[in-house]
């Protein structure tokens, strides 16, 4: 197991990045992905050639803050370089959300339909 307080940090919203520090929690906690990324295994299985994926930016990304999340010293992490990563490689439509804000029509037609 990895000890004591390792990975129990916060990370900076960015504007609108709360689903992804959510995601991003979830995952650094998840210890069997976690200790693949904090092993330095990465590198052996990325493809950087593949057109169809970043050249393993999104992954290293992700690499860095994992490995600030459990050995930095600070209580809060910056998540910028992997939101710059996902932001850059992901589809528009993936990264277009709704906002959350009380007066969107997405929250007020959610809320109505959740009236029932």
């Known amino acids: 197991p990895l000890p004591g307080r390792r990975g129990s940090v916060g990370l900076v919203n960015l504007g609108n990045t709360c689903y992804l520090n959510s995601a991003v929690q979830c995952l650094a906690h998840t210890l069997p992905l976690t200790r693949y990324f904090l092993a330095h295994r ?6 950087p050639s593949s057109p169809l994926g970043s050249g393993g930016r999104v992954a290293r990304a992700y690499e860095r803050l994992v490995k600030e ?42 809320t109505s339909s959740t009236r029932t």
């Open 69 to 110: 999340m459990w050995f930095g010293e600070a209580r809060v992490c910056n998540p910028q370089a992997l939101k710059a990563a996902v932001t850059r490689f992901s589809p528009p439509s993936l990264l277009a959300m709704p906002s959350t804000t009380p007066t969107s029509s997405w929250s007020s037609s959610w």
């Open 42 to 47: 990465l590198a052996e299985d990325l493809n």
